[in-house]
């Protein structure tokens, strides 16, 4: 939300630091250059797809509003082309009978299917998922997991991917920083935080995988986390 400039007036506010992209800090734009720049240059895909597409408004016309405002020289016929090319892209079926629906007619992956389609449709530097499989079930968490992979290798995109699932971590990420309280306690590329944890936290986040090997039903031993391991 910080890097979107989305935080809650007046409940939420950046104190201090930067935000950098291209040598840019986000934080100096005027509103109406965030607002360019969201949706545009830097996507997010929303935790919970059940709540973050509109339920009154089709599919094809969410699509088309993304395109609306940041491809403005397209016409309404290649508009949706376009729509249609994104729907076909994160592979939903019959993506022309998709677009005139609405989004309770779309199963939990078919919606976050539509969020990618939209959070994609003008090609982004950087895409920001936040826990976009939290609200789907195993084998469709599987499935877009996948897509989202095939998708930033076929457009060379960077992805920040915040989720607590470790499994999802190993799975899709290169660099990974673990965060307690607010702060990285831990920076690290995947194979070298998997195989030699450094910080108490994420030794505990480790241990509460299960394991083939871990006997069933056994107690789990869980250090306390105290200030000191801060210092």
């Not at 005027?30 to 339920?55: C, H, K, V, W």
């Not at 094809?60 to 309404?76: A, C, F, T």
């Amino acid at each position: 939300m910080s890097i979107m400039g989305l935080l809650p007036k007046p409940y939420g506010e950046i104190t201090a630091g930067q935000i950098l992209y291209r040598d840019t800090d986000l934080l100096q734009l005027a509103p109406e250059q965030m607002y360019a720049m969201r949706g545009d240059r830097i996507s997010i895909i929303f935790q919970d797809p059940m709540t973050a597409l509109n339920p009154v408004q089709s599919v094809g016309k969410q699509l088309n509003e993304v395109l609306e405002l940041h491809r403005p020289e397209l016409n309404k016929a290649e508009r949706r082309a376009t729509s249609l090319e994104m729907l076909s892209k994160v592979k939903i079926p019959l993506p022309e009978k998709r677009l005139d629906e609405y989004p309770h007619n779309l199963s939990g992956g078919m919606r976050q299917r539509v969020m990618i389609a939209m959070a994609l449709a003008c090609k982004p530097d950087i895409l920001i998922c936040d826990e976009p499989t939290t609200a789907l079930d195993v084998t469709v968490q599987a499935s877009i997991l996948e897509l989202m992979l095939e998708l930033q290798q076929e457009t060379g995109m960077s992805m920040i991917f915040i989720t607590h699932d470790l499994g999802v971590v190993a799975e899709i990420c290169d660099d990974v920083a673990v965060m307690f309280s607010g702060r990285i306690v831990e920076q690290a590329d995947v194979f070298e935080l998997f195989d030699h944890p450094k910080h108490p936290y994420t030794e505990r986040l480790l241990g509460l995988i299960p394991s083939l090997e871990t006997p069933p039903k056994h107690r789990i031993d869980i250090k306390p986390i105290t200030e000191d391991m801060f210092r």
